[in-house]
């Protein structure tokens, strides 16, 4: 089977030695996005704007490995604070609006201490 990295510059770059995603012929493996611009710099702002910079992230990545935001078929969250969840789910409600597979664990920490990151999974 092939996997196939995807890069592109419609995203932050991959915050550390690894894919912004790999494709293969069955699905699109997407990174975790933190809220970053396509500089790597951070956004600041709401947990709203900053979930929404996540998403964007993932947007321009599928995109650009021939897939979108409607093919997404689970998605994992990370939030620092549980207390951003209604918050987090407001924008993220507004992207995802087929409602695929999800989870929305709380951790510690994040890179770059962050409070949010989403990854997904998507069809080609």
């Known amino acids: 089977m092939s996997a ?11 915050a550390g030695p690894y894919s912004q ?10 990174s975790g996005q933190i809220p970053c611009d396509v500089e790597g710099n951070l956004v600041e702002g709401t947990i709203q704007q900053k979930t929404a910079a996540c998403i964007a992230n993932l947007k321009a990545v ?3 490995a021939g897939s979108s935001i409607e093919k997404v078929v689970k998605v994992n969250a ?7 969840f209604a918050s987090m789910n407001e924008e993220y409600a ?6 695929p597979a999800r989870s929305c664990v709380a ?3 994040l890179p770059k201490g962050v409070d949010v990151e989403i990854e997904c999974i998507a069809l080609p």
């Open 62 to 64: 599928l995109e650009e």
């Open 78 to 84: 990370f939030l620092t604070d549980m207390d951003n």
């Open 107 to 109: 951790v510690k920490q």
């Open 21 to 30: 995603a790999i494709k293969t012929p069955t699905a699109i493996y997407c």
């Open 4 to 14: 196939t990295p995807v890069f592109t510059k419609n995203a932050a770059p991959p």
């Open 94 to 99: 507004k992207w995802f609006v087929h409602k």
